[in-house]
């Protein structure tokens, strides 16, 4: 139901940092729980961060303190900034929406490549 585009991705020196969005068209914006999820070659997808229309946030283990999100209702937009990337932050990221009603829609995903 939700539509969401990404933008951010690439590559990206270890140490660097790179700043992933997403803009939801839709409805309701301001109530959905947003989040951000990754993953790697060979691994299964994993919750890196995520963040509640009251604008509670919480993170993965392996990204806090390097990582924030973050959003902006006027713009029906989420944001990831990260930072101090490493090498194993390698992964294809995804923008994934969680509405009222139950209904959950993911983005096409960005990819991002950290080199060492």
């Known amino acids: 139901q939700v539509q969401l585009v990404e933008s951010g991705g690439g590559l990206v020196q270890a140490g660097g940092s790179l700043r992933l969005s997403c803009v939801a068209i839709?409805?309701?914006?301001?109530?959905?729980?947003m989040g951000w999820y990754r993953q790697a070659p060979g691994k299964q997808r994993e919750l890196v961060a995520r963040i509640t229309g009251g604008g509670s946030t919480n993170y993965a283990d392996s990204v806090k303190g390097r990582f924030t999100i973050s959003r902006d209702n006027a713009k029906n937009t989420v944001y990831l900034q990260m930072n101090s990337l490493k090498p194993e932050d390698t992964a294809v990221y995804y923008c994934?929406?969680?509405?009222?009603?139950?209904?959950?829609?993911w983005g096409q995903g960005t990819q991002v490549t950290v080199s060492s």
């Open positions: 994934n929406s969680l509405n009222f009603w139950g209904q959950t829609s």
């Open positions: 839709g409805s309701g914006f301001s109530i959905n729980t």
